[in-house]
């Protein structure tokens, strides 16, 4: 949520993980959203998340916000 250059490197990645394999679940993490001067709106995020067909989590390591969830979310999609 801070740094324009990788949020702008998301597509490409996205692009090369759907090359690979049309079959995984995809999460993007908006990180570091506790911080004030935020580059990336959560709009934005959410955005390009759905065009890719991924889920969204605003997350925060600092402050511990949706850190399980990312991992929880990503363990059901294997399971299931």
């Not at 801070?2 to 759907?18: M, R």
């Not at 959203?33 to 990336?40: E, R, S």
């Not at 955005?47 to 979310?73: C, H, M, P, Q």
Request: glycine fraction near 4%; charged fraction near 25%; charge should be neutral.
């Amino acid at each position: 949520m801070t740094k324009t250059e990788s949020f702008e490197a998301i597509e490409k990645w996205f692009d090369e993980l759907n090359r690979a394999t049309n079959n995984i679940n995809k999460i993007l993490v908006g990180n570091k959203c506790d911080l004030a001067d935020l580059k990336i709106t959560t709009e934005q995020g959410r955005d390009l998340a759905i065009r890719y067909g991924a889920k969204f989590i605003l997350a925060s390591a600092l402050l511990n916000r949706n850190v399980n969830e990312i991992f929880s979310t990503l363990a059901i999609g294997i399971l299931i």
